[in-house]
């Protein structure tokens, strides 16, 4: 799986929109990105996925790059219960079932 | 409806003892899995069960065994538990290889 990279932490005011960046340079041509969340003492939480097309549903928009290099979670409007560390992953269909989380960006959503 | 269920939330115990962890999912799907994260948040698969059958069993001490008696159950045997052990065990389940539910973990506190 390619590797990730994302800030360890940000902040946003409450009712702004929350964007979280990450870097995915060395992603291959069949890998998927994955946006994943946990709340505090929490499991995770599937937010979103994509290949290259933008998606939209209705916890938040992945913008994925033209490169696919990097791509932007977008909380459209973040609140208090959107404070979490989320993680972007990359990954193949059918590689197996290695789920490696890293550190992620902790969001903390200020009111 | 809670999607994945786990029991017991917390576990602490002694070094040595054998104890178990439930998982039960309401979500029809036909794969299950067990996650171990530990103190740097690194979720690592140790198992994955697909229509009660193991498919996927990583680098883990024999004294893991998961039993899934049906497809919405998959359990986790731990025998003569070490202080290593002490960690987040997350239960997840998906239909084939797609997103993940996870369940709410259980904190094992090994003494």
């Known amino acids: 799986d390619a590797k990730t990279t994302q800030p360890p932490s940000m902040d946003c005011a409450e009712g702004r929109a929350a964007n979280l960046p990450c870097n995915h340079s060395?992603?291959?041509?069949?890998?998927?990105v994955y946006w994943y969340r946990q709340i505090h003492s929490q499991g995770p939480q599937y937010i979103i996925h994509?290949?290259?097309n933008n998606e939209t549903n209705e916890m938040a928009s992945l913008i994925i790059t033209e490169d696919r290099k990097s791509s932007t979670l977008i909380l459209p409007h973040a609140t208090l219960r959107d404070t979490a560390v989320y993680y972007c992953?990359?990954?193949?269909?059918?590689?197996?079932?290695?789920?490696?989380f890293g550190t992620g960006t902790s969001l903390t959503v200020i009111p | 409806d809670t999607a994945v269920s786990q029991t017991p939330k917390y576990l602490v115990t002694q070094m040595g003892n054998d104890k178990s962890i439930k998982c039960e999912q309401n979500?029809?799907?036909?794969?299950m899995y067990w996650y171990k994260q530990d103190s740097k948040k690194f979720l690592k698969i140790m198992f994955s069960y697909n229509n009660k059958e193991l498919i996927i069993n990583e680098t883990v001490p024999n004294r893991f065994s998961p039993k899934s008696p049906d497809k919405a159950h998959l359990n986790l045997h731990i025998n003569s538990l070490e202080l290593g052990d002490s960690a987040v065990y997350f239960c997840a389940s998906s239909q084939g290889q797609t997103r993940k539910n996870f369940g709410p973990g259980t904190r094992l506190t090994v003494l």
């Open positions: 060395t992603i291959s041509g069949n890998e998927y």
């Open positions: 992953i990359v990954r193949a269909p059918g590689t197996g079932n290695q789920f490696y």
């Open positions: 994509g290949l290259k």
């Open positions: 979500l029809g799907h036909d794969t």
